[in-house]
């Protein structure tokens, strides 16, 4: 499954999110607060406070680290 991250340099959850993601087979496209403008205004209008902050690739909001292994742990047991 395709992912969609916001986050910030030098974020260890943001990291290990990546790593989650790749290690269940995943891709992510990354997008960092720091590198642009209109995407740090989006995330103050959407009263988001921390990173990482990841979507699935249809738009479903599922929050931070602890929400994404949460979901992904969720999803291997609907498979089994």
């Not at 959407?46 to 992904?72: F, M, S």
Request: charged fraction near 25%; charge should be positive.
């Amino acid at each position: 499954m395709m992912y969609v991250m916001v986050s910030r340099r030098n974020c260890p959850y943001c990291d290990k999110a990546k790593l989650l993601i790749n290690s269940r087979g995943g891709s992510v496209s990354h997008y960092s607060l720091e590198e642009s403008k209109w995407l740090l205004d989006l995330f103050n209008k959407a009263d988001l406070k921390t990173v990482p902050q990841i979507w699935t690739y249809t738009g479903k909001h599922i929050g931070g680290y602890t929400e994404l292994k949460e979901y992904l742990d969720d999803a291997g047991k609907e498979t089994v």
